[in-house]
């Protein structure tokens, strides 16, 4: 994690007694889930998608696009929902988001890919075990 300061504090040990352990290898260890096996990469039901650590609203299903990248796609998060951290990790540049209330990560976004007809120019590619939906 970095050493930012976020609203929702917990130790390790507290996270892993709410957490599954793939949700902690995921959200406090910045793990992956792999491809095309979440939950929510085909879902399209109405409603809010939040943060599976602190419940916190992070993304409107409205914004929820069908990238075939194999992880839930977005073009925006609900405004101040989360923070971006520059990931120069495995020899590339991206950008890491963060659920701005508890620091759990979520994935990355990329900017200025061909083939994606979105309004803000991005694709914030979420693991799915970082989430859970709550319908309308």
């Not at 929702?8 to 792999?34: C, H, I, M, N, Y």
């Not at 602190?54 to 405004?79: E, M, Q, R, V």
Request: hydrophobic share 30%; with cysteine.
């Amino acid at each position: 994690m970095t050493s930012e300061s976020y609203p929702a504090q917990k130790s390790d040990e507290e996270w892993r007694a709410v957490l599954t352990p793939a949700q902690f290898k995921v959200l406090r260890e910045k793990g992956t889930e792999r491809p095309f096996t979440g939950e929510y990469e085909f879902h399209h039901d109405v409603g809010t998608y939040k943060c599976a650590g602190c419940n916190a609203p992070l993304y409107k299903s409205s914004t929820k696009f069908d990238s075939g990248c194999g992880w839930p796609a977005f073009y925006d998060a609900i405004p101040g929902a989360i923070k971006r951290f520059e990931d120069r990790s495995f020899g590339m540049l991206r950008t890491e988001m963060v659920c701005a209330n508890c620091g759990g990560h979520l994935g990355h976004i990329f900017k200025g890919e061909v083939g994606y007809k979105v309004p803000t120019d991005e694709r914030h590619c979420v693991n799915s075990i970082s989430l859970k939906f709550e319908s309308e």
